[in-house]
């Protein structure tokens, strides 16, 4: 049987895993934004997996992969890298990236977020989410339209939509949990 715990970037993040998966421990790194190294976000996840003491599997870690210049699974395998140089080498982690924010996953439903199909990015993942839904829906806060809008969301449509989300989720796929039982 699973026990799952989180260990996210932001409180976005956060607030989005509280209402999909409550009473599991949420650890945030407040590691995010485009100038932070893997290697420092390593060293943060690192010790949250320390802390968690071997009570928890898996061990689901989702972070942004902001402006940086890879791919998410390339950005996915330096963090598992950097991992095992922290000694992290016997946790089952699932390893989740938002290419590039945790908006983007949101763009990947566009007709619950925009009411329709007209105006919709030819691609979810590496553009800047916030700016497009900042667009859409004229005002946004992230900590509280984020959640609603992503809680909101069709699963099966990110899924299409979003490479990144795909790739996250497809990693999940033996935890029991409403969240992840769509048609995919």
Known sequence: MNNPAFIVDGYTELKIVQQLCPGRP???TDCNGKDVSISVMAKKIASHIRLLNNRYYPIIILVDKENRNIEHEEMVEQIREELVREGV???DLRIGVADRMI???ILGDWEVLNGGNSDRPTKTDGCNGTSIIKKVKKSYDK???GVDYFIAAKQSSIYVNSPSYKHFIDQLSDIACQ???FDK
Do not use: A, F, G, P
Request: avoid cysteine.
């Open 143 to 145: 900590t509280t339209d």
């Open 26 to 28: 949420i650890k945030r």
């Open 89 to 91: 080498t016997t946790q």
């Open 179 to 181: 969240y992840l039982e």
């Open 103 to 105: 908006e983007n996953w």
